[in-house]
């Protein structure tokens, strides 16, 4: 999974003299590595594919599908950004902190990009 890189800012200290500041250090609600579950495999399927594009908030939403971690959201949406998956039926799970979980049954067609508008609900 890409890590998205972000900007450290100096923050000057009496005693130490010039230093960086990573402000998302220590930020609650950010998942770390450790946190995911395992990534799907690599398909060897023979199926031919199809795209999900998924314009869903939040956008942190974690996207399973099938039961294996596939990503984030964000990473899904948008006009050139879509989940590639084998034809046919498969379950797509969101879960995001603060929020409901989703889970919604899709069907992909082959060579066509299949697109879910939605939120997942605060609780």
């Given amino acids: 999974m890409p890590v998205r890189p972000h900007r450290l800012f100096p923050v000057r200290s009496f005693w130490f003299g010039l230093w960086l500041y990573d402000p998302y250090w220590s930020a609650p609600g950010i998942p770390d ?7 799907a495999p690599p398909s060897s399927d023979p199926r031919p594919t199809g795209g999900l594009q998924l314009d869903v908030e939040p956008r942190r939403a974690q996207v399973y599908v099938d039961g294996w971690f596939v990503g984030l959201v964000d990473e899904f949406s948008g006009y050139y950004h879509h989940l590639d998956l084998p034809a046919g039926p498969h379950r797509i799970d969101l879960v995001a902190s603060d929020h409901d979980p989703l889970s919604i049954d899709v069907v992909v067609s082959p060579g066509r990009t299949v697109t879910y508008r939605g ?5």
């Avoid at 939120?119 to 609780?123: D, E, I, P, T």
Wanted: hydrophobic fraction near 60%; proline fraction near 0%.
């Fill in 33 to 39: 590595q450790a946190s995911f579950a395992a990534a």
């Fill in 119 to 123: 939120f997942l609900n605060r609780y």
